[in-house]
């Protein structure tokens, strides 16, 4: 059987540490008991040096013998495939966790992310705050009266709704308290745990190399 691998950079800068999207497939693959490995292409030159697996010079991909994807939703949902218990096996389970694992990724992180740009930046208004409060407050609203987003249990929804949201920078702006319990619990896991340890080490190793 050809084993799943996750690709992500050899190194990083401290910043990203933590929240390298690589996380996401270790994580999903951690949930799923699924065997994986991880091997890495340089962070130097990564704008061309591995165009042919993602064609935005950018991390994470996945591998399985022959098999290439890109983009963290899809390689998600790839691996929730192959596990109930990242997606759930009936028809109503399955569309209401596809609905919010895309839920994620564009209405919240297609917010979210741009939002984060623009706050690194100097001015002190954010063009984007009413719409990601918005987005938030709306989420936050469905977090009150649910522990899950799909299917009444964990599922790669919640995996990803919760990557994206754990960005400290988003986690602190403004007050959700149902949306934080959320955090705090799913981030509680022990896959979710294991798989931040080891994207830790992984970039601890990685300064070790460069000594
Ligand atoms: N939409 C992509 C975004 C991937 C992404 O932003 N990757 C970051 C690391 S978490 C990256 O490679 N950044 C380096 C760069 O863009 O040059 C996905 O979800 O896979």
């Known amino acids: 059987m050809n084993e799943l691998t996750i690709w992500t950079y050899d190194w990083v800068p401290d910043g990203p540490r933590g929240l390298v999207r690589d996380l996401r497939l ?17 962070f130097e030159g990564r704008e061309t040096n591995h165009l042919a697996q993602q064609p935005f010079g950018q991390i994470p991909f996945l591998s399985e013998g022959d ?4 983009e963290s ?9 192959k596990s109930e218990t990242l997606m759930p096996g009936d028809a109503v389970g399955k569309a209401d966790t596809l609905q919010w694992t895309i839920a994620a990724l564009n209405s919240i992180e297609m917010v979210s992310v ?23 407050n709306q989420l936050e609203e469905v977090l009150r009266n649910r522990d899950w987003l799909a299917a ?5 929804a919640d995996l990803l709704m919760t990557d994206v949201l754990r960005v400290p920078k988003v986690r602190a702006y403004g ?18 745990r294991k798989a931040f340890s080891d994207q830790m080490a992984h970039f601890q190793q990685a300064d070790e190399r460069r000594g």
């Open 26 to 42: 270790r994580w999903a693959c951690e949930e799923a008991g699924l065997p994986y490995s991880v091997q890495t292409v340089p």
């Open 67 to 70: 098999l290439q994807l890109f």
């Open 73 to 81: 939703g899809a390689c998600l949902l790839y691996l929730a495939e």
């Open 114 to 136: 741009p939002w984060w740009f623009l706050s690194m930046s100097d001015s002190e208004e954010n063009g984007l705050s009413g719409w990601l409060g918005h987005r938030l």
């Open 152 to 156: 009444n249990r964990f599922t790669v």
């Open 175 to 192: 007050d959700r308290p149902a949306t934080e319990d959320y955090v705090v619990r799913v981030t509680d896991r022990p896959a979710f």
